[in-house]
């Protein structure tokens, strides 16, 4: 606060001084015209000092008083929803830096909005792909020229979609939890050729039904991460490829190692 004090008290100086002058002035006015009179003296002193004020109050409220009006009104307006809101931060005292922090909230803000949208658009379709599975196993099971061993092998495919399912809704809500995503375990050891081997199996019935052609040629990699989130972002990747290939068309998944460092590749024939 000792930069706004001192703008206070440089306003304060200016304006003492505007009415010593005033004063002085005046009084040597009425001195040349021989004006001696102590009660004339005494209200152009009032006179002055009430002036002296009303300067002091206007510096006061261009300098400090409008800068607070307007980050007032900013506030109001993000507490509104605009979070598109900046106010000015012209200056180098302390209501500059609060303008500069007002500015980083707002984009603090703005940003965490976006997160948001991306965050439940991410969510929906990492459900959306489960209950693809599970819905396209469902109807597979009503047809009749199925023998015992694939009515299980694709009852075995819906359990383990909807324990997915179970265990992405209890992953969501601990990330919902936390602070950080430093927060975030990964200390699972997994192969992760065998995880996407898994994932690509379980969407058989998917990209069956566009009559695709998926490849894969992957290295066995042991892997030490969160398996459950790794497994979200193997999925995500191949559910898309589904998504946007012809149908007849093509998908080709490469795994392999880099020195210290994993190569995961997809390609397909997209849609054009």
């Known amino acids: 606060m000792k930069k706004l004090l001192l703008k206070i008290f440089v306003m304060m100086g200016i304006s003492m001084l505007s009415v ?40 006061l409220y ?18 509104n929803g ?18 500069i922090d007002f500015n980083r909230m707002t984009e603090g803000l703005k940003s965490n909005e976006y997160l948001n949208r991306e965050f439940v658009k991410n969510v929906s ?38 324990n997915r399912l179970t265990n992405l809704s209890e992953k969501l809500l601990a990330i919902c939890k936390l602070d950080s995503n430093n927060n975030i375990p990964c200390s699972d050891k997994f192969f992760v050729d065998e995880q996407i081997r898994d994932i690509i199996l379980s969407m058989q019935v998917v990209w069956l039904q566009k009559q695709l052609n998926v490849e894969a040629d992957m290295t066995e990699i042991e892997y030490v991460s969160n398996k ?16 946007y290939t012809d149908e007849n068309g093509e998908i080709f998944i490469n795994l392999c190692k880099d020195n210290e460092n994993i190569v995961f590749s997809i390609t397909n024939t997209a849609i054009r």
């Open 20 to 59: 010593f002058a005033m004063s002085r002035i005046t009084l040597a006015i009425l001195q040349s015209k021989s004006i001696t009179d102590p009660i004339i003296s005494y209200h152009i002193s009032l006179i002055s000092g009430a002036l002296g004020l009303v300067l002091f109050t206007v510096l």
């Open 62 to 79: 261009v300098f400090i008083g409008k800068r607070l009006k307007s980050i007032s009104k900013a506030v109001n307006a993000v507490a």
């Open 82 to 99: 605009k979070l598109d809101t900046k106010v000015s931060t012209k200056g180098a005292d302390e209501l500059s830096q609060l303008s």
């Open 125 to 162: 379709h990492e459900f959306k792909t489960p209950l693809s599975i599970i819905l396209g196993y469902s109807d597979l099971l009503h047809s009749k020229d199925l023998s015992v061993e694939e009515r299980n092998e694709y009852a075995d495919f819906i359990y383990k979609e909807a």
């Open 228 to 243: 459950d989130l790794c497994h979200l972002i193997w999925q995500n990747l191949i559910s898309n490829a589904v998504k």
